[in-house]
């Protein structure tokens, strides 16, 4: 039996033009890898608009920005989006190349996405509130 796959919601994302360039990199580098993942950043970059670093909103998702989203399934989670290196669940640091972290990428503060966890299953994530390092 053949079941359709949901149509997953992309809203409008934009990326700085470093995070761009790190991100592009990052997912040529991760291809072998974790080819999903890495194809979802494609993907994501290409439908991206790109601005200069200083022109970027306070309240877009941005490498080590924090950010603090609520599901469809009722998690309400605070996390910081940092490169696989960094990354540590226990301390909320989550990589760029998890589903979750490609999904928040580019996304502000008011807006949703449709993503699809590990496991199958469509969620729609809203992000709350935008942090951005110091």
């Known amino acids: 039996m053949l079941t359709k796959k949901k149509k997953l919601r992309k809203p409008a994302i934009v990326l700085t033009e470093t995070d761009h360039k790190r991100l592009s990199l ?3 580098q ?6 999903e993942v890495a194809e979802t ?4 970059l290409e439908r991206a608009r790109i601005v200069k670093d200083e022109h970027i909103s306070k309240n877009a998702v941005r490498m080590g920005s924090s950010v603090r989203f609520t599901t469809d399934l009722g998690e309400d989670r605070r996390v910081t989006l940092v490169y696989p290196g960094n990354a540590d669940i ?3 640091k989550i990589s760029i190349l998890t589903p979750i972290g490609a999904a928040l990428i580019g996304l502000s503060k008011g807006q949703s996405i449709d993503w ?10 809203t992000v709350e509130t935008v942090e951005q390092p110091s």
């Open 41 to 44: 950043i494609f993907i994501e």
């Open 90 to 92: 226990a301390d909320g």
């Open 116 to 125: 699809e966890t590990r496991d199958g299953r469509a969620c729609r994530l």
């Open 30 to 35: 991760s291809a072998d890898r974790n080819s």
């Open 26 to 28: 990052l997912a040529e």
